[in-house]
C-alpha cells in the first residue's frame, strides 16, 4: 500500500457542531493539573479579515513537565493523572476561540536538541477542504530562538506563530489569532 | 524524516474555485513542511478512545425510545494505516441530514422537517482488527447555495483519530451510484478518479441483515508517522539508564 491508497479529506462543513462538540473539550485542566494556568485564545480570521464563525479548533499538547499522554512518549518524564493534553473548541459568531490549560513543558526535536514549549493546533472549517495544521509558541520563550521548527520558518513569517502574553485580572492569557489568508497569514504545517 | 506531506493525486487542494468558500478561506502561501518530531506521532488518539463511550446506534441514540424514520443501513469498516495494518482503538465520529435532508442545527434552514427521534451524531472505537460499526438511517440529499440549482449528494462525515497527530481526518462517506455525485465541487475537488472512488462506499450483502437493515462497507486509510519514529526517544531513555 503506498500513500495513494490514503482516504482523501473532506471539509468538516457548517453543521459538525451536535456531532463534535456535544461534550466541550476547551477546558483542559482540573484543580489538580500540574503546570502555570493559562487561557490561550484568539480568532480564526478568512481573508476578508471577517471571523470565521464555523471554525473547530483543536489543540494537543504535552503536560507542563514535557511529556505527552501517548504510548509512543516513552521517555522517563512523569505523566500527570489529571491532564491528558486534548482540546477542542468551537469559534462563536465573531470567530473567537479560547482554551483553559497549562503552559506545557520543552519536548525532544531529536536526541540532541530541544524544542521550544509549542501547542499543535488543527483547524476545520467549511471551506477547509483539509484541516490546516499550525503550532502556537509563546512569546516569552527565549527558547524560541534555537527551535529547529521555527528555524524552518522565513523570519518575516515567524511571527505569526507567536502569542502574545498578557495579564487580565490576574490570569495569564495568550492571544494567538488564526488567519487562514492574506496579510500576515498565519503559517502552516505539512506533516 | 520530512513527512510525506499531502500527495496531491489523493488530498484536495486548499483552493477550489468550484467550492466558492475556500476562496476567502484558502491559504495562499505553501504550507511549510515540518519532520515527524515527538509532537506529531503523538496525538490524543488513544487516550480519547480508553475515554470515549460507545454510541453507534443513531437510530435510537436521541434517546426518546422512538426509532429514527428513514431506510435503516449498517455502515462498517475497517481504520488501517498506510501499511494496511489494522488500527485498533482508532475514534470515529461521524454527523450527517436526517433522512429528510435536514440537519439538527441552528443554521440548517432548508425547508424539510427534523426527525424527532433523530440526532444525527454517534460515535465509536475500533476493535482489534481495526473495524467499526455503526447503525444508523441513510441520510438525504439537500440544498446548499454554492451554485444554481446546488445540491449535496447524500453524506456521512467521518471524524477519525488514529494513533498520531498525523493521522488526524476528516472526510466524508458517499454512496454508490448517486447522480449527484458529478455534480459536486466538494467530492471532485478530489483530484483523480482513483482516490474519489475511495470516498464511496460499496454496498455490500454480507454486511446487510435479513429483515432489519442494508449494509455498506467503507474502509478509512489514514496516514501513519515515518518509519519506526520513536526508536531514537526510546534508545535516548535506555542509553541514560
Known amino acids: 500500500m503506498t500513500s495513494r491508497d490514503l482516504t482523501p479529506s473532506q471539509t468538516a462543513g457548517p453543521f459538525f457542531h451536535s456531532g463534535l462538540l456535544r461534550d466541550p473539550l476547551n477546558t483542559l485542566t482540573t484543580g489538580q493539573t500540574q503546570g502555570e494556568r493559562i487561557r490561550l485564545e484568539g480568532y480564526v480570521y478568512d481573508g476578508d479579515r471577517t471571523g470565521v464563525s464555523d471554525a473547530l479548533v483543536e489543540i494537543w499538547q504535552a503536560n507542563a513537565a514535557g511529556r505527552y499522554r501517548h504510548p509512543a512518549d516513552l521517555r522517563p518524564v512523569p505523566l500527570d493523572p489529571a491532564f491528558v493534553g486534548f482540546g477542542r473548541a468551537g469559534t462563536d459568531e465573531h470567530g473567537f476561540y479560547a482554551f483553559e490549560t497549562i503552559k506545557p513543558g520543552p519536548v525532544p526535536f531529536d536526541t540532541h536538541t530541544t524544542q521550544a514549549p509549542h501547542i499543535g493546533?488543527?483547524?476545520?472549517?467549511?471551506?477547509?477542504?483539509?484541516?490546516?495544521?499550525?503550532?502556537?509558541?509563546?512569546?516569552?520563550?527565549?527558547?524560541?530562538?534555537?527551535?529547529?521548527?521555527?528555524?524552518?520558518?522565513?523570519?518575516?513569517?515567524?511571527?505569526?506563530?507567536?502569542?502574545?502574553?498578557?495579564?487580565?485580572?490576574?490570569?495569564?492569557?495568550?492571544?494567538?489569532?488564526?488567519?487562514?489568508?492574506?496579510?500576515?497569514?498565519?503559517?502552516?504545517?505539512?506533516? | 524524516m520530512d513527512g510525506?506531506?499531502?500527495?496531491?493525486?489523493?488530498?484536495?487542494?486548499?483552493?477550489?474555485?468550484?467550492?466558492?468558500?475556500?476562496?476567502?478561506?484558502?491559504?495562499?502561501?505553501?504550507?511549510?513542511?515540518?519532520?515527524?518530531?515527538?509532537?506529531?506521532?503523538?496525538?490524543?488518539?488513544?487516550?480519547?478512545?480508553?475515554?470515549?463511550?460507545?454510541?453507534?446506534?443513531?437510530?435510537?441514540?436521541?434517546?426518546?425510545g422512538g426509532e429514527a424514520i428513514g431506510e435503516r443501513i449498517i455502515v462498517t469498516g475497517r481504520v488501517l494505516d498506510d501499511h494496511a495494518m489494522p488500527e485498533s482503538g482508532a475514534l470515529i465520529e461521524i454527523w450527517q441530514a436526517n433522512a429528510a435532508?435536514?440537519?439538527?442545527?441552528?443554521?440548517?434552514?432548508?425547508?424539510?422537517?427534523?426527525?424527532?427521534?433523530?440526532?444525527?451524531?454517534?460515535?465509536?472505537?475500533?476493535?482489534n482488527d481495526g473495524v467499526y460499526r455503526f447503525i444508523t438511517i441513510r441520510p438525504g440529499a439537500y440544498p446548499w447555495q454554492n451554485h444554481p440549482n446546488a445540491w449535496r449528494p447524500a453524506h456521512i462525515h467521518f471524524s477519525v483519530f488514529g494513533p498520531s497527530w498525523v493521522?488526524?481526518?476528516?472526510?466524508?462517506?458517499?454512496?454508490?451510484?448517486?447522480?449527484?455525485?458529478?455534480?459536486?465541487?466538494?467530492?471532485?475537488?478530489?483530484?483523480?478518479?482513483?482516490?474519489?472512488?475511495?470516498?464511496?462506499?460499496?454496498?455490500?450483502?454480507?454486511?446487510?441483515?435479513?429483515?432489519?437493515?442494508?449494509?455498506?462497507?467503507?474502509?478509512?486509510?489514514?496516514?501513519?508517522?515515518?518509519?519506526?519514529?520513536?526508536?531514537?526517544?526510546?534508545?535516548?531513555?535506555?542509553a541514560r539508564r
Request: net charge neutral; hydrophobic share 35%.
Open chain 2, 167 to 238: 493521522s488526524r481526518l476528516i472526510t466524508q462517506m458517499y454512496f454508490p451510484g448517486d447522480p449527484l455525485l458529478p455534480l459536486d465541487p466538494i467530492f471532485n475537488s478530489v483530484p483523480t478518479d482513483a482516490a474519489r472512488a475511495r470516498l464511496i462506499a460499496t454496498y455490500a450483502h454480507d454486511v446487510t441483515q435479513e429483515g432489519y437493515a442494508l449494509g455498506f462497507r467503507f474502509d478509512v486509510i489514514l496516514r501513519g508517522p515515518n518509519a519506526t519514529p520513536f526508536e531514537p526517544f526510546a534508545t535516548t531513555h535506555h
Open chain 1, 121 to 191: 493546533v488543527c483547524v476545520s472549517a467549511r471551506g477547509l477542504l483539509d484541516h490546516l495544521r499550525t503550532r502556537v509558541y509563546f512569546d516569552d520563550e527565549r527558547a524560541n530562538s534555537d527551535d529547529p521548527v521555527l528555524g524552518l520558518v522565513p523570519e518575516p513569517r515567524r511571527p505569526t506563530l507567536l502569542a502574545r502574553r498578557r495579564t487580565v485580572e490576574g490570569q495569564t492569557v495568550y492571544r494567538f489569532d488564526i488567519i487562514l489568508q492574506g496579510d500576515q497569514e498565519t503559517v502552516f504545517f505539512e506533516l
Open chain 2, 4 to 64: 510525506p506531506g499531502r500527495d496531491p493525486t489523493t488530498f484536495p487542494p486548499y483552493y477550489h474555485e468550484a467550492y466558492r468558500s475556500t476562496v476567502r478561506r484558502a491559504p495562499r502561501q505553501p504550507l511549510i513542511s515540518v519532520p515527524h518530531t515527538l509532537s506529531e506521532i503523538t496525538g490524543p488518539g488513544p487516550a480519547l478512545s480508553a475515554m470515549g463511550a460507545q454510541d453507534s446506534d443513531l437510530t435510537t441514540n436521541m434517546g426518546t
Open chain 2, 101 to 127: 435532508g435536514r440537519y439538527r442545527h441552528r443554521v440548517d434552514d432548508h425547508r424539510a422537517p427534523l426527525d424527532p427521534h433523530f440526532l444525527g451524531y454517534g460515535r465509536c472505537t475500533t476493535n
